[in-house]
């Protein structure tokens, strides 16, 4: 059974830097693509970042580009997404996802594309 775990969230300032871990399990992330998104109270998910089971393709939505990043752990079958700056719009619950069967083209930034889930991890930001 495919599980996706996310951990690293909690409490910080606005500023602060933080790195949110999502570990695969039941399955090794050889193929297709995976994802983050978040979603704050009163409002809908929103894509962040992907990246392809190679890493050589990343994608980062522009609202997060230059502050977000979307990386790879390859032994450990691990990706990360480093939150730098954080602000208080940034406040939500934070979702990495799974799209074994992305092949080619672009990376999967619709939540109807992903089929894998995780729990969900909580990062509020505070003044």
């Known amino acids: 059974q495919v599980q996706l775990v996310e951990s690293g969230g909690g409490p910080v300032q606005s500023g602060d830097s933080l790195r949110l871990s999502c570990t695969v399990s039941?399955?090794?992330?050889?193929?297709?693509?995976m994802g983050w998104f978040r979603q704050a109270p009163g409002k809908e998910r929103e894509f962040l970042a992907a990246?392809?089971?190679?890493?050589?393709?990343?994608r980062h939505e522009d609202s997060v580009k230059g502050r977000f990043d979307i990386s790879k752990d390859y032994p450990k079958d691990t990706v990360y997404l480093q939150m730098n700056s954080l602000k208080l719009e940034d406040t939500a619950v934070y979702y990495c996802?799974?799209?074994?069967?992305?092949?080619?083209?672009?990376?999967?930034?619709?939540?109807?594309?992903?089929?894998?889930w995780g729990q969900g991890t909580q990062v509020t930001v505070s003044s």
């Open positions: 996802a799974a799209d074994f069967n992305w092949a080619h083209g672009a990376l999967p930034t619709s939540d109807f594309q992903y089929d894998y």
């Open positions: 039941g399955r090794a992330f050889n193929s297709g693509a």
């Open positions: 990246i392809s089971y190679s890493g050589a393709i990343r």
